[in-house]
């Protein structure tokens, strides 16, 4: 497949990775634009085999697929560079946090193919979490590419537009949180003298086989936990720590913080 990216950065780069790990495109498939100064994005996809080119009309002219992974404060300005060269032969997946339907439809010729994806990194080892939702103009089969595409590297699911805020926090945002997990779990056993590296191999794969369990066998997070739990154990103790430093209202709190954010993104635009 050739694909075109309209921003080459950190989820530009763990997509096009996992597209080729699925073999669903080849490194020197892909058409990429990056901000003329941003070196390193350009490296980064120069070693994957891709055409560097900072003329974002060039890009959409010359794949039929872009997906659009600049910041949201730049949506506006690549709208205006590709606007007059957009024709319904083309397929835009913005993955762009806050940036709605609506903005990237109004900035764009009417019957504009658009859909709006929420993709998280861990797309690069094919272990992603990607919704998307159609735009107006998009078609069944528009809707079939974004799903074989973003299911090559992870599970993807179609949401309508209004849940996608709070995706946005808990799978895109999401993984941040759990690496801040395995670094303070990792703490607490490098502090009762595990070796940093142990430590964090145990911790990683303990956030794997736990979320495997969730996935594979169906069961309430909440019985799993019990399963785990014996009574006067050291689960329980720990848990109880856990409880007390309010780690639940933490969480929730970070996932509406962070879906907040979104909100104040979309209406800034
Ligand atoms: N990083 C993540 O884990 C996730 C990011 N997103 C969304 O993906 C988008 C990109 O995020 P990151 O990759 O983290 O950002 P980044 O800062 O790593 O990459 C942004 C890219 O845009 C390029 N760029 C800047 N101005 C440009 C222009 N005028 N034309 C073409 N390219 C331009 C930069 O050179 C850079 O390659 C954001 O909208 C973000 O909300 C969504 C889900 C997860
Ligand atoms: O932090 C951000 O703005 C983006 C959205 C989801 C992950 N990264």
């Known amino acids: 497949m050739n694909l075109g990216f309209i921003g080459a950065g950190k989820l530009a780069h763990a997509l096009a990775k996992g597209f080729i790990a699925a073999g669903l495109t080849k490194g020197n498939l892909l058409t990429v634009s990056c901000a003329p100064e941003d070196t390193l994005s350009a490296e980064t996809f120069k070693q994957l085999g891709a055409t560097i ?3 974002n009309k060039e890009i959409i002219k010359k794949s039929e697929v872009t997906i659009i992974a600049v910041k949201p404060d730049v949506i506006p300005q690549v709208l205006t560079d590709i606007k007059d060269v957009v024709t319904k032969k083309n ?4 993955v762009a946090m806050g940036v709605t339907i609506k903005q990237l439809e ?3 010729p009417g ?4 859909i709006r994806v929420m993709p998280n990194t861990p797309a690069l080892v094919r272990e992603g979490a990607t919704v998307y939702v159609s735009g107006t103009h998009a078609t069944e089969q528009d809707c079939d590419l974004t ?3 973003f299911g090559s590297v992870g599970i993807c699911e179609r949401v309508n537009e209004y849940i996608l805020d709070p995706v946005t926090a808990l799978s895109g945002s999401g993984p941040a949180f759990i690496y801040t997990v395995i670094e303070a779990l990792s703490d607490g056993a490098v502090r009762m003298g595990m070796a940093r590296d142990l430590a964090y191999k145990l911790a990683a794969q303990t956030v794997v086989g736990a979320g495997k369990m969730v996935l594979n066998t169906q069961t309430h997070p909440g019985v799993l936990k019990d399963n785990v739990t014996s009574p006067a154990g050291s689960t329980c103790e720990g848990l109880h720590h856990l409880e007390e430093n309010g780690v639940r209202s933490a969480f929730i709190k970070a996932i509406e913080g962070a879906t907040k954010k979104c909100r104040e993104t979309a209406k800034k635009q």
């Not at 397929?91 to 913005?94: A, P, Q």
């Not at 019957?111 to 658009?114: E, F, K, T």
């Open 91 to 94: 397929l835009l997946l913005s």
């Open 111 to 114: 019957n504009s193919r658009v």
């Open 106 to 108: 109004q900035g764009l």
């Open 53 to 55: 080119n900072y003329d």
């Open 147 to 149: 799903k074989q595409l």
